[in-house]
């Protein structure tokens, strides 16, 4: 199993860079152009970019790890095939956001990720989530380690003396109150914070030390199972809570976990 995942492992961070390649090619043509833009809800927008990118991913995992499971933003849970035939005994399943952060994105904006996991038995193995605009892979294995390209990745594990900055998500599925009240516990302690409006990339970017947390009270899956083995492997407390129809997340440096936590 080592030798597959690390086979899958090699493969998930080439094909992260060509997808990310692939949606900074169609963020070009949105700055030149114009895209294709549907709207799912409240702030909650698809463009054609999204779906060629995801289908892109699919096409790819599906040809090179046919027995696997996918789920994927934009199309959903796909159902594994074998011989024609629905095959329930997968090794594992992918998650994948093909662009997080679809907002900025269309805002042409820089702060967008493609974010692609491996889960075995729910829990995410390996991950990688890609920067085009800035050319930064993150990754992660599981028990080998966090890297952003080619440099190790580690988390602050000393005292609150370094801790100043959180990134925070907000989803309106969750009660405003909760999201001012971990504003306020924050400022109220002299630590400031930020929303930049892609999970993933905040959660690399903890794993970066570029933020000292992040938490989210509702968020799906495919936002954040990358981030999660990244920061793990890189040494940060994580707590992944399953809450109705999705998640809740916090992750952050040690020293930071309780007063984040509440």
């Given at each position: 199993?080592?030798?597959?995942?690390?086979?899958?492992?090699?493969?998930?961070?080439?094909?992260?860079?060509?997808?990310?390649?692939?949606?900074?090619?169609?963020?070009?043509?949105?700055?030149?152009?114009?895209?294709?833009?549907?709207?799912?809800?409240?702030?909650?927008?698809?463009?054609?970019?999204?779906?060629?990118?995801?289908?892109?991913?699919?096409?790819?995992?599906?040809?090179?790890?046919?027995?696997?499971?996918?789920?994927?933003?934009?199309?959903?849970?796909?159902?594994?095939?074998?011989?024609?035939?629905?095959?329930?005994?997968?090794?594992?399943?992918?998650?994948v956001d093909p662009i997080d952060?679809?907002?900025?994105?269309?805002?042409?904006?820089?702060?967008?990720?493609?974010?692609?996991?491996?889960?075995?038995?729910?829990?995410?193995?390996?991950?990688?989530?890609?920067?085009?605009?800035?050319?930064?892979?993150?990754?992660?294995?599981?028990?080998?380690?966090?890297?952003?390209?080619?440099?190790?990745?580690?988390?602050?594990?000393?005292?609150?003396?370094?801790?100043?900055?959180?990134?925070?998500?907000?989803?309106?599925?969750?009660?405003?109150?909760?999201?001012?009240?971990?504003?306020?516990?924050?400022?109220?302690?002299?630590?400031?914070?930020?929303?930049?409006?892609?999970?993933?990339?905040?959660?690399?970017?903890?794993?970066?030390?570029?933020?000292?947390?992040y938490r989210e009270d509702f968020?799906?899956?495919?936002?954040?199972?990358?981030?999660?083995?990244?920061?793990?492997?890189?040494?940060?407390?994580?707590?992944?809570?399953?809450?109705?129809?999705?998640?809740?997340?916090?992750?952050?440096?040690?020293?930071?976990?309780?007063?984040?936590?509440?």
């Amino acid at each position: 199993m080592n030798n597959e995942l690390q086979q899958r492992y090699t493969f998930l961070c080439q094909l992260a860079k060509e997808a990310g390649q692939l949606a900074y090619n169609y963020q070009r043509k949105l700055i030149e152009d114009g895209l294709t833009i549907d709207v799912k809800g409240l702030q909650d927008f698809v463009s054609e970019a999204d779906k060629e990118t995801e289908s892109f991913i699919r096409q790819q995992l599906t040809q090179t790890y046919p027995q696997d499971g996918f789920l994927g933003e934009e199309s959903g849970e796909v159902s594994v095939q074998h011989n024609g035939e629905e095959n329930n005994n997968t090794t594992g399943t992918w998650v994948v956001d093909p662009i997080d952060g679809t907002t900025n994105f269309l805002r042409k904006q820089p702060m967008w990720c493609v974010s692609i996991a491996y889960l075995v038995d729910g829990e995410p193995v390996i991950g990688a989530i890609y920067d085009p605009c800035h050319d930064e892979l993150f990754s992660a294995r599981h028990g080998e380690g966090a890297w952003l390209n080619e440099q190790p990745l580690e988390v602050n594990q000393g005292s609150t003396d370094m801790v100043g900055l959180v990134n925070l998500g907000y989803s309106a599925k969750m009660p405003l109150g909760t999201y001012l009240k971990t504003m306020k516990r924050l400022l109220d302690h002299g630590i400031e914070h930020r929303r930049h409006g892609s999970a993933a990339l905040g959660l690399a970017h903890v794993a970066a030390g570029r933020f000292d947390g992040y938490r989210e009270d509702f968020i799906n899956a495919w936002d954040i199972m990358a981030g999660v083995v990244i920061l793990r492997e890189a040494g940060a407390d994580v707590i992944v809570n399953e809450v109705t129809g999705g998640y809740a997340i916090q992750a952050s440096v040690p020293a930071l976990t309780d007063l984040l936590k509440g």
